[in-house]
């Protein structure tokens, strides 16, 4: 069983900053990377920044600079720091999960409920 719950949406104004965090659960899950996708009617469901196992990132570059990402291994918790935001950045933003069902071996894919971020002018 995965669990993910993503909290600290909400709304800022241009340049403000918020930051996500994703509670995760897993029983019987080895998570290999992990990361913060984000949808809106305007784009479709774009990668946002990611973390590997190793502790290597990669960021979207309308979030290089202004995005930080990590993962706190011992409380199951990841961090998606946000500054500098724009009108752009307003999306719903989703928690994401990757890695291995250790009772089956196969490969799951784990989505969170999505937290809203909204940016005005």
């Known amino acids: 069983q995965v669990r993910l719950v993503e909290s600290g949406g909400g709304s800022v104004r241009t340049g403000g900053s918020l930051r996500l965090s994703c509670t995760y659960s897993?029983?019987?899950?080895?998570?290999?990377?992990m990361a913060w996708y984000r949808q809106s009617p305007e784009n479709p469901r774009d990668l946002v920044a990611s973390?590997?196992?190793?502790?290597?990132?990669n960021y979207a570059d309308f979030a290089q600079g202004r995005f930080s990402l990590s993962r706190d291994e011992s409380n199951n918790i990841l961090t998606l720091q946000m500054s500098g935001l724009n009108p752009e950045d307003t999306a719903l933003y989703y928690c994401?999960?990757?890695?291995?069902?250790?009772?089956?071996?196969?490969?799951?894919?784990?989505w969170g409920q999505g937290t809203r971020v909204t940016v005005s002018s």
């Open positions: 994401f999960a990757m890695g291995i069902d250790l009772r089956t071996s196969w490969t799951r894919e784990v």
């Open positions: 897993t029983t019987m899950f080895h998570i290999s990377s």
């Open positions: 973390i590997l196992a190793n502790g290597n990132t």
